[in-house]
Nanobody, 118 residues
Framework: QVQLVESGGGMVQPGGSLRLSCAAS????????MTWYRQAPGKERELVAT????????NYADSAKGRFTISRDNAKKMVYLQMNNLKPEDTAVYYCRADSQFGRDFYWGQGTQVTVSS
């Protein structure tokens, strides 16, 4: 059974930090690119950061550059999103997604809420 389980969300003040985690199971993790998306109320889901499966190359949305860092631990089947200097506009549900780099399979997690507010 494929599972992506996010954790680490919560409420934080502007300027604070959070580290999101996504635990993967049920598929060959090392063959999948991993991406964090987010969806704010009333807005479309948007890509935040992605990390590929082989070299570990990364890409970030402009809004995340310089503040967020995506990483993965293939041995633990985990992907992380370190978020620093959080802003109120970062408030959203954050989702983890796995995309096969050799096919069309993809999987979503259930999301974790991040709220940035004073």
């Amino acid at each position: 059974q494929v599972q992506l389980v996010e954790s680490g969300g919560g409420m934080v003040q502007p300027g604070g930090s959070l580290r999101l985690s996504c635990a993967a199971s049920g598929f060959n993790f090392i063959l999948y690119a991993m991406t964090w998306y987010r969806q704010a109320p009333g807005k479309e889901r948007e890509l935040v950061a992605t990390i590929d499966s082989v070299v570990g190359g990364t890409n970030y949305a402009d809004s995340a550059k310089g503040r967020f860092t995506i990483s993965r631990d293939n041995a633990k089947k985990m992907v992380y999103l370190q978020m620093n200097n959080l802003k109120p506009e970062d408030t959203a549900v954050y989702y983890c997604r796995a995309d096969s780099q050799f096919g069309r399979d993809f999987y979503w997690g259930q999301g974790t809420q991040v709220t940035v507010s004073s």
